[in-house]
């Protein structure tokens, strides 16, 4: 490597022993996200070092290791914890750099790659002081954190100087930095243009014969850098236009489940076309600026969301267009101007959790084993709170902060549902920014209620998903002699007043509190003739019943169901058997998660 410039990309003969550092903030899922595309074979075996503290880490290695067997995972102290002492953190630095100096020495890594977290300071100055004396040559590598695109962390200033390699997101910087990799931030570096053009074929004839001749070009463009003239651009972004304009239009026509699964693929494939267009325009213009990129980042981020929403993920390579939103919203994240509030304020005393007269109460559970959540819980099929089995979740401390949500997902456009409840006749639906989401509708009030409800956010945003933590109780199934699929994992956040009204769903369901508080009302699938579902194929699993309201005069039999009543808040779950109807109120601003498996 010379001159901030890798001339010669050797590939490994023999499989190299790496250490990998993680840490909370952030950094396991940016280290775990280059792991991904790690060699596995050449990387063997791999050793994940993490704080004692750090449980999130742990459970993400072993989600992305699977059932490998080449790896472990080794714990040590932290040199600092958050908000402990200056003065007492020199003895806890001191025994992390004897951990460090006895780790290294006995695993004796070829490879140690880390990307920022404080954890990983005394492993690297361990391994810099035994390369002077000769005592292990390991190779060290600097990955600086996806979020800095100009400067430096404090911990990337500490170990330049000490560590082998360093491998940062921008061109030049203000000093020298001769051991430097560029990384270059384009869309184009995540796409393999031999799948993409594999998925060609998945189009409809009328898309393919006008996408089919970019991606030749486009595929030079970005291979070669070669130039392409303003009037190509200008005429191939008309031409996507004109494709995505016909795909929208199929679209919205009709019922969503009967639009053909091509067109989908065709709105994906496009956006994706658009996105490319637009990045080389913007840096072909000799005339960009500051507000140029913003505006140019701000069309990109909602051309791949509404590609991601309304289209489908492309056979070959699902992921992609997820992966370029959270690309270029990193980079776009130094753009992201603070909100005027900085917390959702909820006033807890003010919340009644006074049990309805005519109602039974939902046992509570308090961090229930496997074993008792099993056999008390999930084989009767009974709702139940399960409390205390969150606190691990770093949304807890984290969600509550406008700021926080608005930096990560600010500029991603959501789906809102427009009014108190879907079974009302004004109820609509828009797609918005999550900034003006949180703007109209959670720091201010509006007359309509916005809710951001049973939205795979998490799919969309993976950052936020880094937050949560899949529950184990997930892992038990009604299927038997069957592996366990992967649950739906479902976001609804609102303003105190939304309502889901009286339905069922056919899954298990863990709805997880994250803040603000709930209340709910259940009835067992025994009472479903007593509840009135609507007639129709859309609401089948809706009861025309509002138990809040009971109409007894014209749903006389209601008086026969047996309703439960709970109250969910923070860091709080409630189990909801299959086919269980629940009539779920938001009483404060609130965040909740669903997990959904059979």
Same mark, same amino acid.
């Not at 945003?461 to 479902?490: A, G, M, R, T």
């Given at each position: 490597m010379k001159s901030g410039r890798i001339t010669v990309r050797n590939f490994r003969e023999t499989s190299a022993k790496a250490m990998i550092i993680l840490g909370s903030g952030g950094h396991t899922a940016e280290m775990l996200r280059i792991v991904k595309h790690m060699n596995y074979e050449n990387y063997t075996p791999r050793i994940y070092v993490c704080a004692s503290t750090d449980k999130i880490s742990i459970e993400k290695v072993k989600e992305i290791e699977g059932k490998r067997n080449d790896y472990k995972i080794i714990k040590i102290t932290r040199s600092r914890e958050v908000g402990q002492s200056y003065i007492s953190?020199?003895?806890?630095?001191?025994?992390?750099?004897?951990?460090?100096? !006895?780790?290294?020495?006995?695993?004796?890594?070829?490879?140690?790659?880390?990307?920022?977290?404080?954890?990983?300071?005394?492993?690297?100055?361990?391994?810099?002081?035994?390369? &002077?004396?000769?005592?292990?040559?390991i190779t060290t590598v600097f990955i600086e954190s996806f979020c800095r695109v100009k400067t430096f962390s404090l911990t990337g200033k500490i170990l330049y100087y000490l560590v082998d390699h360093v491998i940062v997101r921008w061109p030049e910087s203000t000093i020298e930095h001769t051991k430097m990799a560029f990384?270059?931030?384009?869309?184009?570096?995540?796409?393999?243009?031999?799948?993409?053009?594999?998925?060609?074929?998945?189009?409809?004839?009328?898309?393919?014969?006008?996408?089919?001749?970019?991606?030749?070009?486009?595929?030079?463009?970005?291979?070669?850098?070669?130039?392409?003239t303003t009037n190509w651009i200008n005429k191939s972004l008309i031409r996507i236009e004109a494709c995505l304009d016909r795909t929208w239009q199929l679209l919205n026509s009709g019922h969503w489940k009967d639009v053909p699964l091509s067109y989908r693929y065709s709105y994906s494939f496009c956006s994706l076309l658009k996105v490319i267009l637009l990045e080389i325009e913007h840096e072909q213009n000799k005339e960009k600026s500051t507000d140029t990129e913003i505006q140019v980042l701000q069309e990109i981020i909602q051309q791949i969301d509404k590609g991601i929403l309304l289209g489908a993920p492309l056979p070959n390579k699902p992921p992609l267009l997820t992966s370029i939103a959270s690309k270029i919203n990193n980079h776009y994240t130094k753009f992201v101007r603070s909100l005027n509030a900085k917390k959702i304020e909820i006033d807890y005393s003010k919340v009644s959790q006074l049990l309805l007269p005519e109602f039974l109460q939902i046992n509570r559970y308090r961090i229930p084993s496997m074993e008792s959540f099993y056999k008390d819980i999930f084989i009767p099929k009974v709702p139940a709170i399960i409390t205390d089995s969150m606190k691990h979740w770093n949304a807890l401390h984290l969600w509550q902060d406008i700021n926080y949500l608005n930096k990560i997902a600010g500029s991603r456009t959501v789906p809102i549902e427009?009014?108190?409840?879907?079974?009302?006749?004004?109820? !609509?639906?828009?797609?918005?920014?999550?900034?003006?989401?949180?703007?109209?509708? &959670? &720091?201010?009030?509006?007359?309509?209620?916005?809710?951001?409800?049973?939205?795979?956010?998490?799919?969309?945003?993976?950052?936020?998903?880094?937050? &949560?933590?899949?529950?184990?109780?997930? !892992?038990? =199934?009604?299927?038997?002699?069957?592996?366990?699929?992967?649950?739906?994992?479902?976001?609804?956040?609102?303003?105190?007043?939304?309502v889901s009204p009286l339905h069922f769903d056919i899954k298990n369901n863990l709805l997880c509190q994250v803040f603000g508080y709930k209340r709910i009302f259940l009835y067992d699938s025994s009472d479903s003739i007593n509840l009135y579902p609507y007639d129709t194929k859309l609401l089948y699993n809706?009861?025309?019943?509002?138990?809040?309201?009971?109409?007894?005069?014209?749903?006389?039999?209601?008086?026969?169901?047996?309703?439960?009543?709970?109250?969910?808040?923070?860091?709080?779950?409630?189990?909801?058997?299959?086919?269980?109807?629940?009539?779920?109120?938001?009483?404060?601003?609130?965040? !909740?998660? =669903?997990?959904?498996?059979?």
């Open positions: 953190s020199v003895w806890t630095t001191v025994i992390a750099t004897l951990e460090a100096a !006895s780790l290294l020495w006995f695993e004796k890594p070829e490879l140690l790659l880390c990307n920022g977290p404080g954890t990983c300071v005394p492993l690297c100055i361990i391994a810099f002081v035994f390369k &002077i004396f000769y005592v292990l040559n990384e270059a931030y384009i869309t184009t570096e995540l796409i393999d243009w031999i799948l993409l053009k594999e998925d060609l074929k998945y189009l409809p004839t009328e898309i393919e014969v006008h996408v089919a001749p970019m991606i030749d070009v486009l595929q030079r463009v970005s291979m070669q850098k070669l130039e392409r427009i009014g108190s409840r879907y079974t009302e006749e004004d109820w !609509s639906q828009d797609l918005i920014t999550f900034s003006e989401f949180l703007q109209s509708h &959670i &720091i201010k009030n509006t007359p309509k209620v916005g809710y951001l409800a049973q939205h795979q956010l998490f799919d969309q945003i993976p950052e936020l998903k880094n937050d &949560i933590v899949v529950p184990d109780y997930c !892992s038990f =199934s009604d299927k038997e002699d069957s592996e366990v699929e992967p649950p739906d994992i479902n976001a609804w956040f609102g303003p105190a007043g939304t809706t009861a025309q019943v509002d138990p809040l309201k009971p109409d007894y005069i014209k749903w006389p039999d209601f008086k026969k169901a047996k309703g439960f009543m709970c109250y969910l808040g923070p860091g709080e779950m409630l189990y909801i058997p299959p086919n269980w109807w629940h009539h779920v109120t938001a009483l404060t601003p609130s965040f !909740s998660v =669903s997990f959904w498996w059979t």
